[in-house]
């Protein structure tokens, strides 16, 4: 009987990561296209992230199973943060295209849209007014700062270190340590 070959972390990890990404950007784009407000949603960016992290450790699982069954923590968590690390920068790298190439005006309608639902909040939980005015002020600076090719690279290295923990995280729940025989 041959026996398989084990495909290395690193390229099962890319090539998952690019699945992982490009289907960030197809649901990104369906909202873009559905409705763009949907961009200022603190749930809609949430939801896309945990599609994100179910999606690694469903890959990642069938991974190892379809290499042997078994996976070290240590390659657990490269497979698991090169799989983020590639889908992060595919979605960096559309959401760049969308903000500054496909819809130049998206920018300044997601910041304004994103002030709206704050003030609201804000004016609920009954925040004096000049504290709010405040609050918005800093929000709007960092919000358009991070609407440019430089925010949007800013953005993605930092998001690295949340990778980090978060392929610490599935690297646990991925792993499977071959069974120590006893002789």
């Known amino acids: 009987?041959?026996?398989?070959?084990?495909?290395?972390v690193v390229k099962g990890a890319l090539k998952l990561g690019v699945i992982v990404g490009v289907v960030s950007v197809i649901l990104t784009f369906i909202a873009y296209v559905?409705?763009?407000?949907?961009?200022?949603?603190?749930?809609?960016?949430?939801g896309?992230?945990?599609?994100?992290?179910?999606?690694?450790v469903v890959l990642g699982i069938s991974f190892r199973n379809s290499n042997g069954g078994?996976?070290?923590?240590g390659q657990a968590f490269l497979f698991c943060f090169l799989t983020f690390a590639v889908a992060g920068l595919l979605s960096a790298l559309f959401n760049i295209l969308l903000y500054t190439v496909i819809d130049t005006e998206l920018a300044e309608f997601v910041v304004n849209e994103t002030i709206r639902k704050t003030t609201e909040v804000y004016e609920k939980l009954g925040l004096p007014q000049a504290q709010v005015d405040e609050?918005?002020?800093?929000?709007?600076?960092?919000?358009r700062?991070?609407?440019t090719p430089a925010g949007f690279i800013k953005n993605y290295l930092l998001?690295?270190?949340?990778y980090a923990v978060l392929s610490l995280i599935t690297g646990l729940i991925v792993k499977k340590n071959e069974p120590i025989e006893d002789y």
Do not use: R
């Not at 009987?1 to 290395?8: A, L």
């Not at 896309?48 to 690694?56: D, E, P, Y």
């Not at 609050?135 to 919000?143: A, G, P, R, V």
């Open 1 to 8: 009987m041959e026996e398989e070959v084990e495909v290395p």
């Open 159 to 162: 998001v690295m270190i949340g």
């Open 70 to 73: 078994y996976m070290s923590f």
């Open 34 to 46: 559905v409705d763009s407000t949907l961009f200022a949603n603190w749930w809609f960016n949430l």
């Open 145 to 147: 700062a991070g609407f």
């Open 135 to 143: 609050q918005i002020e800093t929000m709007e600076n960092d919000l």
């Open 48 to 56: 896309i992230g945990l599609i994100t992290l179910v999606a690694v």
